[in-house]
């Protein structure tokens, strides 16, 4: 059909003029860039170092400086930094993904389900979340994480359990404006319950703040882990860039003066944070053109 | 049996300042695939009437009183359960301002299909095909389902309202100022076309505006909302012709006279009563020319004066 064809010619063009606005934001760009690095880094890691990386070395191999064979030397165990700085990437992004995801789904629960219904259960819930608001949350993951005991699952649902409060309190807030709308109204008078109405018309409604709010949250929750992790609440089975710096630490690294081993954890940590952040606040400005600098 | 009766409705409103009596002792009736036209100042009960019958009253407000009985049955003591039931089956509303009213981030087919999905348990396609037919019928190109509230018109988007307010067939359907926003020429569009699909579906028809002159073509009859009560209700022809209640005569008196000289049309004095706390006697006394002593203390008794007119005024020549 001629309109279609229109219309899908339409969407491309919003399509790129997302992605030219994307562009155009030089914090973006940047956010997007090192991020995507890292994810490719992280997929196809394992055929970029050919060894395997928890192998343990020889005596001779234990903390070498850089040099030829080991690009960023080895560690305490004689093992390749760079191979398992590689590893560790997988499950920091992976632990940060996933309890975003948690995180994500209750605070968006929790903040619609308060918003929407107001009362008593918007009193209750956010009561529980003003809680998990003004909990001081390392300790709280300190405790969840040691009586859960150690696993990389444990990990993820410890971070995503704890982080929520937030965007339950923004989504609310937001859902509180769009339930006052008149289309909300048109709903309950076609006969439409409380559950249709939360799923079909404010959830599309809050979602660009919650797409927001969770790039956010993503840089929050890789931190947790790499803080859970360098205490030595994390998973020695799987090396992280956390596990890689509670090592360093451990050994004594920062005192020898082996930075190859506790700097590229640290700089990495410190870079995919960096990037959520800026592409955090670089869409919550695309998305929120209030916000936008004259 | 009629199709809706409306006795003695009290609808109240508890604000911080005291109860605010919006509907205060008002009845009417409709048979099927009548028009009735509610017509009256900002404020003066119109709309919490209407919304009333679906049960549709803002947390603040209450229904303290009276019957409203749909198709036979009293809605009042419904539970939520029956009222959704019955909400656009039996009942269903043309919102005012279709700008607003429509989700901007959901296709006008899906809103109007929603409440044949929810209501008939229709499959998606059935749906589709039906929700087709009720563009088709408001005059909009059936293709134009798929689209966004922001690609339609404003009176495309008034139509769109309409056929959502017909996808499940309603006996009873209610247009709360369906055509305030519009400019005068798509006003006519969207009249015509509600007259038509009425007389075709024979459908009831609550119509509220503060515009006589729409009632006058659109209606069989018409009642005069004055501060929370019924002043005057008759047909068509009684209030245009034979309009008893200083407040009709008024009201008449602000549009303008196509065919008389040029003239400023008067307009009414003062302003509509605080509700809160209501004048005594006739609510309209302060702003009667013809107001006398009786009128201060006691609240006029509505009195039929010939055939389904019904005035409540204490006028003599109102009376007879």
């Known amino acids: ?259 190859w081993y506790f700097l590229p954890p640290g700089l990495c940590v410190v870079a995919v944070v960096l990037a959520f952040t800026l592409m955090g606040y670089a869409f919550d400005e695309i998305l929120n053109p209030k916000l936008k600098e004259r | 049996m009629k199709l809706l009766e409306v006795n003695n409705l009290k609808t109240y409103f508890k604000t911080s300042k005291g109860m605010l009596k919006a509907v205060d002792d008002v009845s009417f009736d409709l048979e099927h695939g009548e028009a009735l036209g509610l017509v009256g100042e900002s404020g003066c009960g119109k709309t919490t009437s209407a919304l009333s019958i679906a049960r549709l009253l803002p947390k603040e407000g209450r229904i303290v009183g009276g019957q409203i009985l749909l198709d036979g049955r009293d809605v009042i003591p419904a539970p939520e359960s029956e009222l959704r039931r019955r909400r656009w089956t039996d009942v269903s509303i043309i919102f005012q301002g279709a700008m607003n009213a429509l989700n901007p981030v959901m296709t006008v087919g899906k809103q109007i299909s929603e409440a044949i999905v929810l209501h008939e348990k229709a499959s998606e396609a059935d749906a589709l095909r039906k929700t087709k037919d009720l563009l088709e019928l408001v005059e909009i190109p059936s293709d134009r389902y798929k689209h966004y509230p922001h690609e339609f018109s404003g009176g495309m988007k008034q139509r769109a309202m309409i056929a959502m307010a017909l996808a499940c067939d309603p006996k009873l359907i209610i247009g709360d100022e369906p055509t305030t926003a519009l400019d005068v020429m798509i006003q006519a569009q969207i009249l015509n076309l509600l007259e038509r699909l009425r007389r075709e579906l024979s459908m009831g028809m609550i119509l509220i505006t503060h515009d006589l002159a729409i009632l006058g073509e659109t209606c069989d009859k018409i009642a005069v909302m004055y501060a929370g009560k019924i002043v005057e209700t008759g047909s068509v022809k009684d209030i245009f012709e034979d309009a008893r209640h200083p407040y009709t005569k008024r009201l008449i008196g602000c549009f303008p006279n196509v065919k008389g000289p040029k003239a400023v049309p008067d307009g009414i004095e003062g302003f509509p009563p605080n509700l809160l706390d209501p004048p005594g006697g006739c609510a309209f006394h302060p702003r009667c020319e013809f107001a006398r002593d009786l009128c201060q203390v006691q609240t006029p008794e509505s009195v039929n004066v010939g055939g389904k007119h019904i005035v409540a005024c204490h006028l003599k020549e109102a009376r007879q």
Do not use: C
Request: no cysteine; aromatic share 8%; proline share 4%.
């Open chain 1, 1 to 259: 059909m001629a309109g279609n064809s229109v219309k899908a010619k339409l969407r491309k063009r919003k399509i790129k003029a997302f992605v030219r606005q994307v562009l155009a934001n030089k914090m973006a760009l940047f956010g997007t860039v090192v991020l995507l690095l890292f994810i490719l880094v992280a997929i196809f890691g394992p055929l970029l170092v050919p060894f395997s990386v928890l192998e343990f070395g020889e005596v001779e191999d234990m903390l070498n400086p850089p040099g030829p064979g080991h690009i960023l030397g080895t560690d305490d165990m004689g093992r390749d930094v760079l191979g398992y700085l590689i590893a560790g990437s997988r499950i920091s992004l992976l632990v940060g993904a996933l309890a975003t995801g948690i995180s994500m789904v209750i605070g968006t629960v929790i903040g619609i389900v308060s918003g929407y219904s107001g009362k008593v259960i918007d009193n209750v819930l956010m009561r529980i979340t003003d809680f998990f608001l003004v909990i001081p949350w390392l300790p709280l993951m300190m405790v969840l994480a040691a009586i859960l005991g150690t696993s990389i699952w444990n990990i993820i649902v410890v971070i995503g359990v704890t982080s929520w409060a937030g965007t339950a309190r923004v989504v609310r807030s937001q859902t509180l404006s769009v339930r006052e709308n008149q289309f909300v109204e048109r709903t309950v008078s076609i006969g439409a319950g409380s559950g249709h109405i939360m799923l079909h018309h404010i959830l599309p409604n809050v979602f660009p703040l919650v797409f927001a709010n969770t790039i956010l949250i993503a840089a929050a929750a890789i931190t947790s882990e790499t803080t859970l992790s360098f205490l030595g609440l994390g998973d020695p089975a799987h090396a992280s860039w956390g596990m890689m710096l509670h090592y360093a630490f451990e050994t004594g690294a920062t005192s020898t003066g082996a930075w």
